[in-house]
């Protein structure tokens, strides 16, 4: 078995010296080549590199001027390969050489990707501050939630696979985002994956790549794997939003009904629910559920469906604030004060009421026995009759 190291870098020309060598001590035995592959470093790594290679056979140097950038570096190095197994690490020496040959053993053990962990037992992050810390927590776990990935360190730069595996998915991956191991972890889909401990090291040489331009970057390649795998569908997010902006629009109604009209007590309660309500639905139908949105005149029969699985939701948040309006009426200090004072009163009840309303449509979605587009199963959910919302 032959192996390719490919290391992506950018202007990581003092580190490039340190990998060869480093890689050259811990692949002792192994047949590999090393791939750099330069995205054009002003700091000139790709002379560095080239000048190795006259020496070294076993150095290839890919200079990129085009499509640049980290994802895009690794998928051309993987494809440039020759080796039947692919790994890739970082130059900057932060990944562990001393590894590989444990990394390769295990792929020829049976693993379909083998991935250099600081979160499995005997891993660490090394020496990072705090902030740090809590920024690749917080990746990792949204990482996980989000995509579905059952491994410890899913944002690693450092990983083996098997060419042909790469190869059959090659076409389906989008260099645009920063962490290509998330793109391979998705598409070979029912691989084994393992994982190997090592420390992460600080980096001595250059300087770290990681601006708010690549965390937002890997905001959008999360967004974008979430929507195409299906483990958790973006539509929970979506429909989650749209929850969110109709307790807006409920509050915001009952304002206005309170302060613009002579209406008091249960009605404006009820109102405001129904406004939230129709907007809600009318923002899932044409969000949520785009690609079965309701049309024309279907969109009335979805919307009474809609209302009708919100309908023990609805009641309960209009009786509890008729509740609170009667409760209020015999408390002398809720009445006295400013009519702001009121109102804001008047609204907090009306929050609580219907926070009160969704636990009610949630909880009698999981326990009642209705039939599948009832349940709170939104996979299979069907739009019309979906509902958390009062
Ligand atoms: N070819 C190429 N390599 C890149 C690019 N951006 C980063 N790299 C390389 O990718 C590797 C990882 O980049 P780093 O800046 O170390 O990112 P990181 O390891 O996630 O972050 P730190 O922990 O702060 O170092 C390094 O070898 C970089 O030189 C790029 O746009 N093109
Ligand atoms: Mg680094």
């Known amino acids: 078995m032959k192996l390719s190291v490919i290391s992506p870098t950018l202007n990581e020309a003092e580190n490039i010296p340190h990998l060869v060598e480093q890689l050259g001590r811990a692949l002792v035995g192994i047949d590999y080549e090393i791939l750099i592959v330069d995205d054009d470093s002003p700091d000139q790594t790709w002379s560095i590199a080239d000048k190795i290679s006259l020496t070294n056979p076993r150095v290839r140097v890919i200079r990129r001027t085009q499509n640049r950038g980290l ?4 998928i051309d190095g993987f494809s440039h390969a020759g080796g039947d197994a692919l790994a890739c690490i970082d130059a900057d020496l932060q990944h ?5 040959p444990r990394m390769v053993e295990e792929l020829l ?6 991935v250099g962990s600081r979160y499995v037992e005997g891993g660490s992050a090394g020496k990072w501050d705090r902030v740090r810390r809590l920024q690749s927590w917080f990746a990792t776990k949204s990482a996980q939630f989000l995509l579905g990935i059952d491994l410890k360190d899913p944002m690693s730069g450092y990983f083996l696979v098997w060419r042909k595996d790469f190869s059959e998915v090659k076409d389906q991956l989008d260099g645009r985002g920063f962490k290509i191991l998330l793109e391979l972890l998705t598409r070979i889909r029912g691989s084994s994956v393992k994982e190997v401990p090592y420390t992460f090291r600080p980096r001595t040489n250059g300087k770290s790549k990681l601006t708010g331009k690549i965390v937002y970057r890997y905001a959008q390649q999360l967004w974008r794997l979430c929507s195409s795998s299906r483990h958790l569908p973006v539509r929970f997010f979506k429909y989650a939003v749209v929850g969110g902006t109709g307790i807006f629009v409920n509050l915001a109604v ?15 309660s009820a109102l405001a629910s129904l406004a939230a309500n129709f907007q809600n639905y009318l923002l899932n ?8 949105s309701h ?12 209302l009708l699985v919100s309908a023990a939701g609805l009641g309960v948040a209009t009786g509890l604030y008729a509740g609170f309006v009667r409760l209020l009426a015999h408390a002398p200090l809720a009445q006295a004060g400013s009519g702001s004072r009121i109102l804001f009163t008047r609204l907090g009840c009306q929050l609580f009421s219907v926070l009160a309303g969704i636990w009610t449509n949630f909880a009698l979605n999981k326990v009642l026995p209705w039939p599948e587009f009832v349940r709170l199963n939104l996979a299979a959910a069907k739009q019309r009759s979906y509902s958390t919302l009062p």
Do not use: C
Not at 71 to 74: E, L, N, T, W
Not at 285 to 292: C, G, I, L, M, V
Not at 295 to 306: D, I
């Open 71 to 74: 994802g895009m570096a690794v």
């Open 96 to 100: 562990d050489p001393s590894i590989l």
């Open 109 to 114: 053990r049976g693993s379909d990707v083998v």
């Open 254 to 268: 009952m304002a206005l009904l309170l302060t613009q009209t002579n209406l008091h007590g249960w009605r404006v």
């Open 285 to 292: 139908n044409s969000w949520t559920f785009a690609d079965r």
């Open 295 to 306: 049309k024309g005149f279907r969109k009335l029969e979805g919307y009474f469906s809609y």
